[in-house]
């Protein structure tokens, strides 16, 4: 977990409802991603950013967004066009291609009111 | 379906013991991941292994890599009560993590 801050640790969402989970890292890492994980699945891929002001979509984009507008920062919207988004959600980093894998947040538990 | 998929789904041996955890895939693949993950946390990062290698070690654990049979191992020596988690492995379709694809996970209990 060290060097990637994930935030919040649980946040609740209403119905109709944006909300914004935080990641900041100080690693220095140029590609970051978005996770979901799901109860007794592996990881599904939504958005990932390679360098700054670019990213591209995973597997599960939709109704997701993201921006890259800093190295740092990776912030995940998940908008009300997302219908079930209750999971855990897990930000992640990578030094460069081909390198020594992935380095992970400590999650954001998302659960709908 | 899953590119990985992890063997057994679920495994508790006595402290001491070794464990082993297998994955198979479908696919060519660039590089295999282990990973761990402890309830309600995010995953750590075990081992690497490339397409071209068949064997690493890192401290107790040992993973092997047979591209013909497309499948995977971890091994775990000497278990510890500490290495009760939820493993991972992850198939890298190339370089960089955005080819990267996930097994649902084998859940190891260590009794102490």
């Known amino acids: 977990d060290g060097g990637i801050t994930q935030s919040p640790k649980y946040l609740f969402r209403k119905e109709g409802q944006n909300v914004t989970l935080s990641c900041e890292q100080n690693?220095?890492?140029?590609?970051m991603y978005w996770y979901r994980q799901d109860p007794g699945q592996g990881l599904r891929l939504i958005y990932y950013?390679?360098?700054?002001?670019?990213?591209q979509k995973g597997d599960i984009a939709e109704g997701y967004s993201v921006s890259r507008e800093k190295k740092e920062s990776f912030p995940l919207t998940v908008t009300s066009a997302q219908k079930n988004p209750t999971a855990f959600y897990l930000c992640?980093?990578?030094?460069?291609?081909?390198?020594?894998?992935?380095?992970f947040g400590s999650g954001t538990q998302l659960s709908v009111l | 379906s899953q590119q990985g998929e992890e063997d057994p789904q679920a495994l508790s041996i006595q402290e001491g013991e070794n464990a082993t955890m297998n994955c198979s895939y479908k696919?060519?693949?660039?590089?295999l991941q282990w990973y761990r993950q402890n309830s309600g946390r995010g995953l750590v990062h075990l081992i690497l292994?490339?397409?071209?290698?068949r064997e690493k070690h890192s401290g107790r654990l040992r993973v092997t890599l047979d591209t013909s049979k497309k499948s995977s191992s971890l091994l775990i020596t000497a278990s510890r009560a500490a290495d009760t988690a939820s493993y991972f492995c992850a198939t890298g379709l190339s370089q960089g993590a955005q080819k990267l694809v996930f097994g649902q996970g084998t859940r190891l209990t260590i009794n102490p």
């Open positions: 950013s390679q360098i700054v002001n670019d990213f």
């Open positions: 292994i490339r397409s071209n290698e």
């Open positions: 696919t060519s693949i660039n590089n």
């Open positions: 992640a980093t990578e030094p460069g291609q081909g390198s020594s894998g992935l380095f």
């Open positions: 690693l220095n890492h140029d590609a």
